[in-house]
C-alpha cells in the first residue's frame, strides 16, 4: 500500500473546517436571539432592527476572518508595535477632556467612540492587541521571559498601561480580561511561576481598591457574596437571570415567548445566556456550552501543533480571549461571580466585540491552516 499524501501547508484540516462551522454556528444563533430577546420592544426597530445591525457585523467579521484567514500569521509580528501604539491612541480618546463628542458618556461610562459612521468600543480591540503584542515579545525574547527584569517587566509596563487606560473610561471587567489574557500568553512563553503569585498579590490588593472606590462595584460584590443583603437595584439582574434560566426547564418556553427579558436589563447581551435558558431551556444551555467546549479544544490543538512559538502563544491567546469571556458570561448569569458587564462571545449583541472575535478566529484559522510548514528564519528576528 502507498503511504497517505502529504498534506499541502496552508490546506485547511479538519480542525479548522469544525472551529469554522463551529463559530458561524454560533454566529447565527447568536442573531437569531439577538432577535428573540428584543422581539417585544419597540424602539430601535424592535427585534428585527437589531438582529440586522448584529447581521452586518457578523457579515464583516466574517469577511474579516475570510481574509486574515488566508494572510501568514507572522505578519501579525510585524504589526504588533503599530497595533499596539494604535490601541493606546484609541483608548486614550474616552478618558481625554473635550473628547465628550465623539465619545459620549453612556451609563456613567465613557466606552464607546462615534467617528462619523464608525461606532465602537477601543477596549474590545484592546483584547486582541495585547494578545498579538505579548505573543510577539515573548517570541523575540525567548527564554529571556523567565527573567524579571528582561523578560516579567516589559510585558507588566505594556499591559499595565493598557489596563490603566481601561480602567479610566471606568471599566473594570475588561480591564481584569485584558491583564489576564497578557499574563496568560507570559506563562505559556515560559514565565517562573513565582513572578506570578506575586503578580496575583499585588494584583488583589489593587482589585479590591478599586472596587471600593465605586459604589455600583461595592453592591455587585455584595449582591454576589451575601444576596441578601444586596439592594434591589444590585440583586435585580441576578435574581431576574435566575429565574429565566430556571423557567426554560429542559425544552424552554420558545423562541421569542420568554419573559424575564421584559424584567432583566441587557437581556439580548449582558445576560443573552440567561435569555437562552429561558427560551430554548437545559438544551439550549448544553448547546452553548458544547459549542464554546469544541472551540477551546480546537483552539488549544492547533496551538499545541503550531509550528513555531509565535503561532503557539497566539494560538493561547485567542481561545483564552474566547474561553474566559464565555466562562466567566455564564457565571455571571448563574450567579457564581459578580456582575460584569461582558458579553458572550459570537452570541451577545455587540458589533465590536463580534468583529474582533471574527478576526481573532481567523488568525487562529490561520495558525491551524499553517501546520506543517517550516518555521521561518526571518520570522524569528
Not at 133 to 139: D, Q, S
Not at 235 to 241: A, E, L
Not at 325 to 344: C, D, I
Request: charge should be positive; glycine fraction near 12%; hydrophobic fraction near 55%.
Amino acid at each position: 500500500m502507498s503511504a497517505p499524501a502529504a498534506r499541502h501547508p496552508g490546506e485547511l484540516r479538519w480542525e479548522t473546517r469544525l472551529l469554522t462551522v463551529v463559530t458561524v454556528t454560533m454566529v447565527v444563533f447568536g442573531i437569531a436571539n439577538t432577535y428573540g430577546a428584543l422581539s417585544l420592544q419597540t424602539a430601535g426597530g424592535g427585534g428585527a432592527g437589531f438582529a440586522l445591525r448584529q447581521f452586518v457585523g457578523a457579515m464583516l467579521g466574517l469577511l474579516g476572518l475570510s481574509v486574515v484567514s488566508r494572510v501568514d500569521y507572522h505578519l501579525w509580528r510585524r504589526l504588533a508595535w503599530p497595533l499596539f501604539f494604535a490601541t493606546i491612541l484609541l483608548l486614550l480618546i474616552p478618558i481625554l477632556p473635550g473628547t465628550e463628542r465623539i465619545a459620549p458618556r453612556i451609563h456613567g461610562a465613557r466606552r464607546w467612540v462615534d467617528i462619523g459612521p464608525l461606532n465602537f468600543q477601543p477596549s474590545e480591540i484592546a483584547r486582541l492587541a495585547i494578545i498579538v503584542w505579548c505573543a510577539a515579545l515573548a517570541a523575540k525574547k525567548g527564554v529571556q521571559v523567565r527573567e524579571f527584569k528582561k523578560g516579567v517587566l516589559p510585558f507588566l509596563v505594556g499591559i499595565g498601561t493598557v489596563a490603566l487606560l481601561i480602567l479610566g473610561q471606568p471599566n473594570l471587567s475588561m480591564a481584569i480580561l485584558v491583564t489576564l489574557l497578557g499574563l496568560i500568553v507570559l506563562f505559556s512563553a515560559g514565565a517562573k511561576i513565582g513572578h506570578f503569585i506575586l503578580l496575583g498579590l499585588g494584583g488583589l490588593l489593587l482589585l479590591f481598591e478599586k472596587i471600593q472606590s465605586a459604589q455600583y462595584r461595592v453592591a455587585r460584590l455584595t449582591t454576589f457574596l451575601n444576596p441578601g443583603e444586596a439592594t434591589a437595584a444590585a440583586g435585580m439582574q441576578i435574581h431576574q437571570s435566575l429565574v429565566g434560566i430556571g423557567s426554560g426547564r429542559v425544552l424552554g418556553v420558545g423562541f421569542g415567548e420568554g419573559q424575564q427579558k421584559l424584567f432583566l436589563p441587557f437581556a439580548y447581551s449582558d445576560f443573552i445566556f440567561s435569555t437562552i435558558g429561558e427560551e430554548w431551556g437545559f438544551l439550549g444551555i448544553v448547546l452553548v456550552v458544547v459549542l464554546f467546549g469544541l472551540f477551546l479544544w480546537l483552539g488549544m490543538r492547533i496551538a499545541r501543533s503550531a509550528p513555531d512559538p509565535l503561532g503557539q502563544f497566539l494560538a493561547v491567546g485567542i481561545t483564552a480571549m474566547i474561553g474566559i469571556t464565555a466562562v466567566m458570561h455564564m457565571a455571571v448569569s448563574l450567579a457564581l461571580m459578580p456582575t460584569t458587564g461582558l458579553t458572550l462571545p459570537f452570541m451577545s449583541y455587540g458589533r465590536s466585540s463580534l468583529v474582533i472575535s471574527l478576526v481573532a478566529t481567523g488568525i487562529l484559522i490561520n495558525i491551524g491552516r499553517m501546520r506543517g510548514r517550516p518555521a521561518r528564519k526571518a520570522a524569528a528576528e
